[in-house]
């Protein structure tokens, strides 16, 4: 029999912490990077215009350990009083092929993706940014804006423009800091209690504002994160300004875009997976225009691993292409293996 330890979305919100899923998702593009993890092919399949469900796999050699996640999504299930999200993270050892976790995919899903352009982020924005722009005020926009923060230490405003809904930005807005100490900042506090009172002191001097002109707001910000299921481009080339950073997040499917593809004649292009992105994601707008080729798309992984460059120009316009890769998803749910060893969280079963 195996022991198997299982994680639900409370152990998941006990467990991670921001800053901490940065790093071992800074690790994951790097190891993509150097071929010290492996991504497997990615099943997708989709039962109605209102359900799809897709599978991530891969090894992690240095982790010893192989996994997957299979996350499913049921847009009618908010009518029947249920999640839209549902999934699970199953870890392997690679030296014995047990299964050593089965981890609830949806909380760690939404750590691991704002981790993703936290990381972007800082390798890629002016760090010196002090304004920025969170397109979208669902699910995902919490955890975003919260890593963002976590690696902009002189950001001073944050707006939030919702495409669907001024009204819900408004909402949003009045909720956020508090939601964004009690979620997030409070996590830090066992593993690292010195950046948790950083970032808790930061929280409290940052404007949080509802934008109501997605025009003047992008004009205003100098890191801006999209993270909506828009099939027609929300930010325009002509509204973005010289140093600006893009982290699109959105497009994860065939057709779904949110950034005008006549901001890549003149932004440098980066991804976390080439094949993916420009199979489902941002990417694959500008390269069906003719707008770009695929060759001048860079995998955010080398800039980690320093094999090309970041950003070279505090002027240059930039954009990162988050597709989300089975690497992130292994790395946080290792780490909340480790973690949930440590602390004795979970229920752990013989298989």
């Given at each position: 029999?195996?022991?198997?330890?299982?994680?639900?979305?409370?152990?998941?919100?006990?467990?991670?912490?921001?800053?901490?899923?940065?790093?071992?998702?800074?690790?994951?593009?790097?190891?993509?990077?150097?071929?010290?993890?492996?991504?497997?092919?990615?099943?997708?399949?989709?039962?109605?215009?209102?359900a799809d469900t897709d599978i991530r796999s891969g090894f992690l050699k240095s982790k010893g350990i192989f996994g997957n996640k299979e996350l499913t999504w049921f847009g009618n299930n908010s009518k029947k009083g249920l999640p839209e999200l549902h999934g699970a993270v199953t870890l392997y050892s690679s030296e014995t092929g047990a299964p050593e976790a089965f981890i609830n995919a949806p909380a760690l899903t939404g750590f691991r993706t704002g981790a993703a352009g936290a990381v972007a982020t800082k390798a890629l924005a002016n760090p010196n940014t002090e304004t920025l722009l969170m397109v979208g005020a669902g699910g995902q926009a919490a955890y975003q804006i919260m890593a963002q923060i976590c690696v902009l230490p002189e950001l001073k405003q944050v707006l939030i423009y919702d495409p669907m809904s001024s009204e819900n930005a408004g909402k949003f807005v009045q909720e956020l800091p508090q939601k964004l100490t009690t979620l997030f900042a409070d996590n830090v506090q066992t593993n690292q209690p010195t950046l948790a009172a950083k970032i808790k002191e930061q929280i409290k001097h940052i404007k949080f504002i509802a934008a109501s002109n997605i025009i003047e707001a992008t004009k205003n910000s100098q890191v801006i994160v999209t993270a909506t299921p828009s099939t027609k481009p929300l930010i325009k080339a002509k509204w973005i300004q010289p140093g600006t950073h893009i982290n699109a997040i959105g497009a994860d499917m065939e057709g779904k875009q949110e950034l005008d593809t006549q901001l890549y004649q003149n932004a440098r292009a980066f991804a976390d997976d080439l094949d993916q992105a420009s199979e489902v994601g941002e990417t694959q707008n500008p390269i069906k225009e003719n707008v770009i080729k695929k060759d001048d798309v860079t995998e955010i992984g080398n800039v980690i691993a320093k094999k090309v460059a970041g950003r070279q120009d505090p002027k240059e316009i930039t954009i990162f292409d988050s597709t989300g890769i089975a690497l992130q998803d292994l790395e946080a749910a290792n780490l909340a293996l480790q973690r949930a060893k440590q602390f004795n969280v979970g229920v752990v079963v013989d298989l």
């Open positions: 029999m195996s022991k198997v330890t299982i994680l639900n979305s409370h152990d998941i919100g006990t467990l991670l912490d921001i800053p901490a899923v940065i790093q071992v998702v800074k690790d994951a593009y790097a190891e993509k990077a150097t071929k010290d993890g492996e991504i497997w092919p990615m099943v997708y399949n989709a039962f109605s215009e209102t």
